[in-house]
């Protein structure tokens, strides 16, 4: 979806990080065939051992569950990988000043997310602070995040509108084959289209998570 | 040097990351050595991987020669890793929210270093306000940097009256065994030690290198 709307304006590198998530292999998949399908040729696929090493998060944390849905909770979810996009960003940041890139695309959300602290965009703009002090002088490099302020809602009717291929985008955190439907991620997906009133184009392990939101 | 200053108020816990650095082995080397001579349980040896499939610094990439001293050179030395401290900053944060620690020390050196833009106090400011925004509302950490604004010179005084280890420590850009002598990293080291007054106890390849800076 984040790079649906750079390619409108952007020649497109695309950059993926295994850190250690249950879902890498599964999430690999979604970026290579998002990948071609944008036809992108530079890409950066990595991997992180240490966020694993820390742990804390369900994410990555074996001995930690993924929690099942509740979107009323407040606080920080399980799921909370310490810090975690502080690392991403750094690593596009590196990559950015080699290549000459002078936008990185994220697709943190604020407002409809799970309450991480680090999708908020006060976060992003301190991050930019961050790269202005700690890159060359002469490296022009700014974060963009076009999903921040919007709903998972807005998000599916945008990338319904720019065409963008939602049957090749992962967000459930625990299965690698058909999406759980009861993980954070499974819900805020469902309910993003379901308000937005189009059917969600990938499998389920049960159709009748498809129905349990509005 | 930076150890010896946490260690006087502080539990100690010891990060050490290898980048792909040219002298990565040794440098594990002086980390075990400086642990073990603090009494250090509390270690994280980690490796990153995409630095050196990034590239572009001398330290990272075979391609680029480690360049022979020039104190004088104006501007970025071939040296400087793309960014490389937010990506050791993002690692001590993930895991100083996860063991509870409230300060990370970072060895930066600003005045007399090598023009690293992510070792000036402005690029650490800017870190610790990512760090605020970008954690749990009850995580507390902070960067503290105790050389920053110190010279070489300033610092081997301090670390010989601390009784720092300073026989452990390593500086060589390149070599594993005896110090080179002639990269920036010796030249600064040499020069530090000498304008202090005291004889540097690491082995370097020539005893005349010693004697090239006052």
């Known amino acids: 979806m984040t790079t649906a709307i750079a390619a409108q304006d952007y020649e497109v590198a695309l950059l993926h990080v295994q850190y250690g998530q249950k879902t890498a292999v599964r999430e690999l998949r979604a970026f290579q065939a998002i990948a071609d399908h ?8 990595t991997n992180l051992n240490h966020l694993r090493q820390i742990g804390g998060s369900s994410l990555t ?25 502080a690392h991403l960003l750094s690593i ?6 080699v290549i000459g890139a002078s936008r990185i ?8 997310s799970s309450g991480y602290p680090d999708c908020r965009i006060s976060f992003i703009e301190a ?31 945008r990338g319904s509108a720019l065409k963008a291929p939602l ?11 058909k999406a759980c439907g009861v993980c954070d991620s499974c819900a805020l997906r ?3 289209f379901a308000r937005a009133g189009l059917a969600d184009p990938i499998a389920y392990e049960d159709d009748a998570f498809r129905r349990r939101y509005t």
């Open 190 to 192: 469902l309910r993003g």
């Open 127 to 157: 991050f930019n602070r961050v790269i202005e002090q700690g890159t060359k002088p002469e490296t022009e490099v700014r974060i963009e995040t076009p999903l921040i302020s919007l709903s998972k809602q807005e998000i599916v009717m």
């Open 38 to 45: 944008y036809g992108v040729g530079e890409r950066l696929v």
């Open 92 to 97: 596009a940041t590196s990559w950015a000043e």
């Open 167 to 177: 049957a090749l985008s992962w967000s459930c955190y625990q299965n690698v084959d």
């Open 105 to 112: 695309f994220l697709g943190a959300v604020e407002e409809d």
């Open 61 to 85: 944390d074996d001995r930690i569950a993924v929690s099942e849905v509740d979107l009323t909770a407040e606080g920080i979810p399980s799921s909370y990988v310490p810090f975690r996009n």
